[in-house]
């Protein structure tokens, strides 16, 4: 699998699952089973998901090596700042009965972020974290952080896709060292993604899908992407991405796609 090399040399594969809206207990465990068996190597879950036992459960069920797995999880904390945030992460760790987490993100910036973000800076310090960051923090917001911050983000998650590029901000992330990670690579079907013409007619040129198109363009600017699945053949398509590469005019025709702006109402 290839990776993207974090801004303090942890490599982290840059095409991962991701586990949002998939029920906690079993079906997730059956899913994050399915998705490591296929030869995923990445998994991104969140507290706030209620699905991080059943990750930590399919993870020790695997019998993939932990060292060869990459585990994400996210901090929800819209009250309190510090010592929440130096409890919360001690929880997942227990939760998913994990010595570490690969990845810790700030999922959103609620409140007091900047204490948020001490604790976490204290857990990679200290060796329960091999890296942290955040999520669907703007560019304001984001450059606030690094500006006042000890460990410089090694990734921002935000929403990425065809529809909505985030070309600017992945440039300003750049210049702190900061890798962009995209949820919603899918734009969860919105703006009919997965009939889209343009496309479509690109897909047919290298057998390949519209769900296959849209990864592929991420990933050729360097995006790292979580798409989700339930179905098995499903995340083996999203995994046949490595085999072709988009011309520079097909990645101009997805380029135009972009229309600048969340598709999510609460984002």
């Known amino acids: 699998m290839k990776c993207a090399t974090l801004n303090n040399g942890v490599k982290m594969p840059i095409l991962g699952y991701g586990v949002y809206q998939i029920p906690h207990g079993k079906e997730c465990e059956r899913c994050v089973l399915d998705a490591i068996h296929v030869g995923y190597r990445s998994i991104d879950t969140a507290q706030v998901y209620g699905n991080e036992k059943a990750v930590g459960n399919a993870v020790r069920k695997s019998g993939v090596p932990r060292e060869e797995l990459f585990i994400t999880t996210k901090l929800y904390i819209p009250y309190g700042g510090y010592r929440k945030a130096v409890n919360a992460i001690d929880d997942s760790l227990r939760t998913m009965k994990l010595d570490y987490i690969d990845l810790l993100l700030m999922h959103e910036p609620f409140h007091d972020y900047h204490g948020v973000y001490r604790a976490m800076e204290e857990a990679y310090q200290s060796g329960k974290i091999r890296a942290i960051g955040v999520s669907n923090f703007n560019q304001d917001v984001f450059v606030n952080l690094v500006e006042s911050c000890n460990v410089i983000p090694a990734v921002n998650q935000v929403e990425t896709h ?19 990670e995209s949820w919603a690579p899918f734009a969860e079907g919105k703006n009919h993604f997965f009939s889209n013409e343009t496309l479509r007619e690109i897909g047919e040129k290298y057998n390949k899908s519209n769900a296959q198109v849209g990864l592929r363009y991420l990933i050729q600017r360097g995006i790292v992407v979580i798409p989700k699945s339930t179905h098995r053949e499903r995340m083996i398509e999203n995994m046949d991405v490595f085999d072709f590469t988009l011309s520079e005019d097909d990645m101009t025709k997805v380029t135009l796609l972009d229309g600048g702006r969340s598709l999510f109402s609460w984002y």
Do not use: D, N
């Open 162 to 180: 065809v529809f909505r590029q985030q070309a600017q901000a992945q440039e300003i992330m750049k210049r702190y060292g900061t890798q962009i």
